[in-house]
């Protein structure tokens, strides 16, 4: 089971609790053409959005963060999904073009640091495979390609992958991720 925090922070990130007054903002994320270029599709329909918002506030098998500046100002977004024993699974990954320099490894760090604080080890997830700078990203961070659909490459993290790039990107989040339940 997932538990949702009331904000995880990290050097100059914060992820909080996506809540349905964010629908706008991430309709407007998963629609640009774009930044959904690689996302399962979504339809342009906030009345949509609103009501997966809702559905998810009671959904313990899910954490959906909005990426925020230390400010409160919504940069992205990241979902944490799909239990599989001590490994998670995590995507809905998108950053507006207001993300400031290291949002992507930051980010990526804070969900790693997140996952292993509230009892995850590994992690697993697919990319699609026409998105080479994700590819490239994740395969840096120690991701190990383990299989592939039609559209996707699958990847698996192990605890010690995870470890590593905690440690080889500390700069970017040299404290870890400080967890606010």
């Given at each position: 089971m997932f538990r949702k925090p009331r904000s995880v922070r990290g050097r100059q990130?914060?992820?909080?609790?996506?809540?349905?007054?964010?629908?706008?903002?991430?309709?407007?994320?998963?629609?640009?053409?774009?930044k959904g270029e690689f996302?399962?599709?979504?339809?342009?329909?906030?009345?949509?959005?609103?009501?997966?918002?809702?559905?998810y506030a009671g959904d313990d098998t899910q954490v959906y963060f909005i990426i925020c500046k230390l400010d409160g100002t919504?940069?992205?977004t990241v979902r944490l999904y799909d239990q599989r024993g001590d490994s998670f699974c995590w995507g809905s990954w998108i950053k507006s073009d207001g993300a400031p320099s290291g949002f992507g490894v930051e980010s990526?760090?804070?969900?790693?640091?997140?996952?292993?604080?509230?009892?995850?080890q590994r992690a697993h997830f697919d990319v699609r495979k026409g998105n080479a700078s994700v590819i490239q990203f994740h395969e840096r961070f120690g991701a190990v390609k383990v299989g592939e659909t039609d559209e996707d490459n699958l990847y698996e993290m192990s605890n010690a992958a995870i470890k590593a790039a905690l440690q080889q990107y500390r700069k970017y989040l040299p404290d870890g991720a400080a967890v606010a339940f």
């Open positions: 990130l914060l992820f909080r609790d996506a809540a349905v007054a964010d629908a706008e903002f991430i309709l407007a994320l998963r629609t640009d053409e774009k996302l399962s599709a979504t339809a342009p329909d906030v009345q949509q959005q609103r009501d997966w918002l809702t559905r919504p940069v992205g990526a760090l804070m969900v790693y640091d997140f996952a292993l604080q509230i009892g995850f």
